[in-house]
């Protein structure tokens, strides 16, 4: 006997993970066919508290993954893209729109599905191979997964036979279902294993599994659920730990909000379970139920019991999202100075949960930051021109420097994130996404070896006796202002959606520096031939322009690979 109970247990397990997968494959796959339209969809419907709401419900429902709205909305926060009042909307919505992932397993528990999971299977793996419907048959076969596993929990419920198991009868009717101490042990039972696993949709299937064979109280069962609330938030902490201190808030806000849930449930727990009872038609203290009706009633009484709980919270929580934002303001303290000086990425984070879509827009706000500080790199080398302090250039100097490894840093540490994304089934478009930007932190790391490189140039020039000219000052000036604006376009072009925006400036000021640089040339030939300066003055002063060019072509590949375009001829 012991033997088939851990065959059946085994079963059970393997359910499970087949569960775990099932929606993580249907949720990617969603995510994937609605691609940047649901980021973009959380990035412009936020504007108040209740748009911000259903924005997060809305999502959550089209991509089955409470977890992935609010990483992604963490992710928005840490790129401020989202306000952190905005943020807490619409986590509150992707609470309510994970209930109906409840609703879908109470489904897979009341209605026999085998035939129609079958078909799915050869469906999906029909559309895998096409290349136009491969998301499409990802999603049959994640929610085929689905329903498959619950199909097989509910035969090893069965064959579990756990309502005419003395022990497990013994065990759990040893609980005082009337105690509030009960209750809040397998409250904290449910949030532990949901921190576990990673996955709420699997404490409930267990929950239901259990409740449904009549082992397990429903008021034990409705703490599970309540525990899976909680521990459902860690997936955004974490995910949270390496990101800024705005960011951390939102993860925290949701924890919060549920914390909040949980508490005044507690307070009003059994007149709040008996309410939802008798909206199903169940009756939690009745005892002559059949299997095959509690089979039918639980599944839909924790489902309803998420709801209600979720609605409820949200409807009481959401007139006080400027308090919440104090709360967690308070707790979570601003120990950001704002300082770039060090090698720090801000937008890549490590945690868990990503898909690629939301990756490669990380990566994506990265490079843009990348460029800013290799624009702010060159003005430092602006300054290091003008600096006739020798311990000030050395000092400006040594920061240049600082600043080009860090560069090398930045490079390796995007492209590294990046090959780990491109390891994923990715859209081509995604794809192509991946290989743009790979081009563009290499040209945009050109651009701090040559910033470095004229900062070196500068400092040469500095240990010699003699010194530039008014008119090579004026014209050196010239074209560093001419480089500074191809700079400026290109963090522009970096920062902006590349269809509103029009690449032509950017080549307009490449062909200006490089006439630029062809007259300098040929000017400082003749200005040497006349004796006007030294030669070594000369020399170093054709390297700051020669560089600048240089630089110039770094910003024009930037551009390219950014726009993804070619300029003509």
């Not at 990101?243 to 951390?248: G, L």
């Amino acid at each position: 006997m012991s033997e088939s109970y851990w065959v059946v247990f085994l079963q059970i397990l393997g359910s499970l993970a087949l569960l775990i997968y099932g929606m993580k494959v249907m949720s990617e796959a969603l995510q994937k066919m609605a691609g940047a339209q649901l980021r973009h969809i959380l990035g412009a419907m936020t504007t108040n508290r209740f748009t911000g709401l259903a924005t997060g419900a809305f999502i959550t429902c089209a991509v089955q993954s409470s977890s992935a709205t609010t990483v992604m909305t963490v992710s928005f926060v840490n790129a401020g893209l989202l306000t952190l009042a905005q943020a807490i909307s619409v986590i509150m919505g992707a609470n309510i729109g994970t209930t109906l992932t409840a609703w879908i397993m109470s489904l897979g528990y009341n209605v026999d599905l085998t035939m129609a999971v079958f078909p799915a299977f050869f469906v999906g793996i029909i559309l895998i191979y096409t290349k136009k419907s491969r998301y499409v048959g990802d999603f049959l076969f994640g929610i085929a997964f689905l329903f498959f596993s619950l199909v097989l929990l509910s035969n090893a419920g069965k064959a579990l036979d756990l309502e005419h198991n003395p022990a497990a009868i013994s065990f759990f009717s040893s609980f005082d279902t009337g105690s509030h101490l009960t209750i809040l042990i397998f409250l904290l039972i449910g949030t532990v294993i949901t921190c576990v696993v990673q996955s709420s949709a699997a404490v409930m299937a267990i929950t239901i599994l259990l409740c449904s064979t009549g082992v397990l109280p429903i008021y034990l069962g409705v703490a599970l659920v309540m525990g899976e609330n909680i521990g459902t938030t860690a997936t955004a902490n974490l995910a949270a730990l390496g990101a800024n201190t705005q960011a951390r808030r939102a993860a925290f806000a949701h924890l919060l909000f549920n914390v909040f849930g949980v508490v005044w449930v507690m307070l009003l727990f059994y007149p709040f379970v008996g309410m939802v009872c008798r909206l199903v038609g169940y009756d939690p203290d009745a005892t002559t139920y059949t299997v095959a009706q509690r089979v039918a009633l639980l599944p839909i009484v924790l489902a309803a019991f998420h709801t209600c709980f979720n609605v409820t919270n949200t409807a009481v929580l959401i007139w006080f999202i400027p308090q919440m934002e104090k709360v967690v303001c308070a707790i979570i303290k601003n120990k950001e100075k704002g300082e770039d000086d060090d090698f720090r990425l801000r937008f890549i984070q490590t945690g868990i949960m990503k898909t690629p879509e939301l990756s490669v827009f990380e990566a994506q706000k990265e490079v843009q930051s990348f460029g800013e500080r290799m624009q702010r790199m060159f003005g430092m080398v602006c300054e290091l021109l003008d600096e006739k302090d020798k311990s000030k250039a050395e000092k400006l100097a040594a920061r240049i420097e600082k600043y080009e490894s860090i560069a090398d840093n930045m490079e390796i540490e995007i492209a590294k994130y990046l090959d780990s994304v491109s390891n994923a089934h990715l859209s081509d478009e995604t794809k192509g996404k991946i290989r743009s930007m790979l081009r563009q932190i290499t040209e945009i790391e050109s651009i701090g070896d040559a910033c470095n490189n004229m900062a070196h140039t500068l400092v040469r020039k500095g240990a010699y006796k003699d010194d530039f000219t008014a008119k090579l000052y004026e014209q050196v000036r010239q074209m560093f202002n001419l480089t500074d604006m191809a700079l400026s376009q290109m963090v522009v072009l970096l920062t902006g959606h590349k269809d509103e925006l029009d690449v032509d400036r950017s080549f307009a000021i490449e062909n200006e520096i490089n006439r630029l640089r062809n007259q300098l040339r040929q000017q400082n030939i003749n200005d040497i031939d006349n004796h006007e300066y030294s030669y070594a003055m000369g020399t170093l002063y054709m390297d700051l322009i020669q560089e600048c060019e240089k630089l110039g072509d770094y910003v024009v590949n930037v551009v390219e690979a950014r726009m993804g375009v070619r300029q003509a001829g």
